[in-house]
T-cell receptor, first 114, second 108 residues
Framework: DTGVSQDPRHKITKRGQNVTFRCDPI?????LYWYRQTLGQGPEFLTY????????KSRLLSDRFSAERPKGSFSTLEIQRTEQGDSAMYLC????????????FGSGTQLSVL | EDQVTQSPEALRLQEGESSSLNCSYT??????LFWYRQDPGKGPEFLFT???AGEEKEKERLKATLTKKESFLHITAPKPEDSATYLC?????????FGAGTTVTVRA
């Protein structure tokens, strides 16, 4: 069990640029989640995968955001045409899918949009 | 819509000074209430899951309790290494809805 890995840890970009983050969940975890956290707030749900299927997207996830999980393994979160309001910590979590199973979080990707 | 409210926002304690954090919630169909610890620049780390009113769980200096409307996280005789943000979350389906957290600072 190597834990949930996220890459990069930090990303600085200019407004209008596209960015992509990667998440490698705990192996054999079939559920994968993306959350966003801003300073002083708790994590907010963005989207959720069961294996390769994206089953829910939050209203917070505008059309500029897209997430994929090819083959049900790692996942990517892309933000197109970044805005300053996108600056946040993007957290990935995974779980085995059992009822009431706890989520294991990665260390996050800190995005700063200048 | 699920609502989770944590209080206080911040708590400054002297080493050894016990205290409690509150998490009140409004949800339909609670499946579980989770407590996580988050250190600066890191992701949340799981502490406890509580499933039904009256349930209690302990880990070292931490004890979590649950009623039908709220949960408490008691910190007994805290040490500086207990300094962190403590997050409460409710699960109603497959995802967690988090409160804003309580930032605890323990001074030596």
């Amino acid at each position: 069990d190597t834990g949930v890995s996220q890459d990069p840890r930090h990303k600085i970009t200019k407004r209008g640029q596209n960015v992509t983050f990667r998440c490698d969940p705990i192996s054999e975890h079939n559920r994968l989640y993306w959350y966003r956290q801003t300073l002083g707030q708790g994590p907010e749900f963005l989207t959720y995968f069961q294996n390769e299927a994206q089953l829910e997207k939050s209203r917070l996830l505008s059309d500029r955001f897209s997430a994929e999980r090819p083959k049900g393994s790692f996942s990517t979160l892309e933000i197109q045409r970044t805005e300053q309001g996108d600056s946040a910590m993007y957290l990935c979590a995974s779980s085995s899918g059992a009822t009431n199973e706890k989520l294991f979080f990665g260390s996050g990707t800190q995005l700063s949009v200048l | 819509e699920d609502q989770v409210t944590q209080s206080p926002e911040a708590l400054r304690l002297q080493e050894g000074e016990s205290s409690s954090l509150n998490c009140s919630y409004t949800v339909s169909g609670l499946r579980g209430l989770f407590w996580y610890r988050q250190d600066p620049g890191k992701g949340p780390e799981f502490l406890f899951t509580l499933y039904s009113a009256g349930e209690e769980k302990e880990k070292e200096r931490l004890k979590a309790t649950l009623t039908k409307k709220e949960s408490f996280l008691h910190i007994t005789a805290p040490k500086p290494e207990d300094s962190a943000t403590y997050l409460c979350a409710v699960q109603t389906d497959y995802k967690l809805s988090f409160g804003a957290g309580t930032t605890v600072t323990v001074r030596a």
